[in-house]
């Protein structure tokens, strides 16, 4: 597998398009391939134009295979999970899965979800100024009601993440914060507060990934990483039943488990979405990592501090600090856990021998409709 | 008949939920009932997601319900920034559909989860009326 994370966070003399080309190469670079190499493309509704085709036309890819599921900011998580599936039903060798925003600069601004005009739900739920922070503060509300969670507790993630940001020069706010300056923010949706939420960045990133076969004649086993499982769901508004006490991490969690053959508490790092310090803790719950109702003193104890903590998370800072290109923080999830599975982190965040990784990622609204991906990614064999 | 200076605009009613938006004109709040499978269908369509008949008709709603859960927005552009802060719910009806909706009538600090609720209507554009809830006085 190759990975590549854009280095910057704010991009104004670029198209979009060109953005995906860097990413595109800085992934095939880091893999030892060509885009004449690439013979699947993914892509996602961040893309511009006609999706896939205008994009492979651009990069210069002959694909035989495109998949352009579009989950949000989950969708690149599942791309992967379909690329290994198609590689290994025989139908591509490389797949390129490409990521790129530019909301600093003129891209698509973080909306509210479900604002599509002609979605049947539309005109039941745009008339009430339902934003993202607005939808999400609605889960972390009933949270807070039913198990006691607490805003003092949701800041303990953005804590963590803050205190691996500040060892990643490109990360958007690199400045250590306590939980005090977290519930000390304006709040910007009750209980929400805007240190709640995650970073607005340009950016990008891409990922490879390639059949046995081909890693093999790359023989760069140092550099390879394997996807061990995948599960993807989606949790929608269920004819009006919506449950905001969880994702549908819970139903894309098990099935990534049982394909690795592993249990939540064999995972030594994990990349958990954090659109919102609630998008992280509800993930934890459903994921197994602790009991549903359990995540506020779960994250306190300083669990997801790396490298020392139970299940150090998101050491490059997450979305919470590092990054969220174009409102989509599913490819830094991947691009970080494959860092912790070739030793290549910061040293001050490395896992010490990192084995097992997840990845997790979380699209759409949480009090609307939603998707789920999760990526389970070890030592290549 | 506004209970609340929140914004409101055009609503685009369809073949499927025409009627909806004309009842809420008129002061009523429908909801769709699978007469196959007896499911309350939200939001309206023409089909029950339950069992897939498209049996269904209109019921009249209570219009009465509690506070699920909310949030209280305190930042926002353009047409809500005026209305800041608003509280968007989702409010559990009767008849058990959790809706999106907002809560007015109240003061946003004092919204509660669990809160007993009851449908106001709002004049929108063009003789169409938005559902909003308002705490049901004692």
């Not at chain 1, 979800?113 to 999400?136: I, K, M, Q, T």
């Not at chain 1, 507060?193 to 995650?198: F, I, K, P, S, W």
Request: hydrophobic share 40%; glycine share 10%; aromatic share 6%.
């Amino acid at each position: 597998m190759g990975a590549f994370e854009h280095p910057l966070r704010y991009i104004p003399d670029r198209t979009l398009a060109q953005v995906h080309a860097e990413v595109a190469v800085g992934a095939l670079r880091d893999a030892g391939l060509s885009i004449r190499d690439v013979d699947a493309y993914f892509c996602a509704g961040d893309a511009p134009g006609f999706g896939a085709l205008s994009m492979a036309d651009y990069l210069g890819i002959d694909a035989r295979l495109t998949d352009t599921t579009e989950t949000g900011g989950s969708s690149y998580l599942a791309h992967v999970g379909h690329a290994v599936d198609a590689i290994a039903a025989g139908h591509c060798h490389v797949a390129l899965v490409t990521l790129a925003g530019k909301p600093r600069t003129g891209g698509s601004q973080p909306g509210g979800s479900g604002n599509f005009g002609d979605a049947p739900e539309a005109n039941f739920e745009n008339h009430w100024g339902g934003s993202v922070p607005g939808y999400y503060a609605m889960a972390a509300a009933r949270h807070m009601h039913q198990y006691g969670t607490t805003s003092a507790q949701l800041a303990a993630i953005k804590v963590a993440a803050s205190s691996h940001a500040q060892h990643n020069p490109n990360a958007f706010l690199p400045k250590l914060v306590t939980v005090e300056e977290v519930l000390a923010s304006p709040l910007v949706a009750d209980p929400l507060h805007r240190l709640d939420c995650c970073v607005i960045t340009d950016g990008g990133g891409a990922v490879v990934v390639v059949s046995p076969e081909v890693a093999r004649t790359l023989n760069r086993p140092e550099r390879a990483v394997a996807v061990l499982g995948h599960g993807e769901a989606i949790r929608h508004s269920s004819n009006g039943r919506i449950d905001l006490t969880h994702t549908a991490a819970l139903w894309s969690g098990p099935p990534a488990f049982d394909q690795a053959g592993v249990t939540p508490s064999d995972i030594q790092y994990a990349s958990i979405y954090d659109s919102f310090t609630i998008t992280v803790l509800l993930t934890l719950e459903d994921l197994g990592f602790c009991a549903k109702g359990e995540g506020g003193r779960f994250v306190e104890s300083g669990a997801l501090e790396a490298p020392n903590g139970v299940l150090p998370f998101n050491t490059d800072g997450g979305g919470l600090c590092n990054n969220h290109p174009g409102n989509r923080g599913g490819m830094t999830k991947i691009i970080e856990a494959v860092r912790q599975v070739r030793g290549d982190a910061h040293p001050a965040v490395q896992v010490p021998d990192c084995e097992l990784a997840l990845a997790h990622g979380t699209g759409g609204s949480l009090a609307t409709r939603t998707g789920a991906s999760t990526l389970i990614l070890g030592r290549s064999s | 008949m506004s209970a609340s200076d929140l914004p409101t605009r055009a609503i685009v009613a369809t073949v499927e939920t025409q009627d909806f938006w004309d009842a809420t004109a008129e002061g009523r709040f429908l909801l769709r009932r699978c007469n196959t499978c007896e499911a309350v269908i939200w939001y309206p369509r023409s089909h029950c997601p339950i069992c897939m008949s498209t049996d269904v008709s209109w019921i009249d709603a209570a219009g009465t319900g509690v506070v699920y859960s909310f949030s209280i927005t305190r930042a926002a552009s353009g047409t809500w920034k005026g209305a800041l802060p608003y509280v968007l719910a989702l409010v559990e009806l009767d008849e058990g559909p959790r809706i999106l909706t907002n809560i007015v009538g109240i003061d946003v600090d004092d919204v509660r989860i669990g809160m007993a609720v009851k449908v106001v209507f709002e004049d929108a554009i063009e003789g169409s009326a938005l559902y909003r809830f308002a705490p049901v006085t004692t």
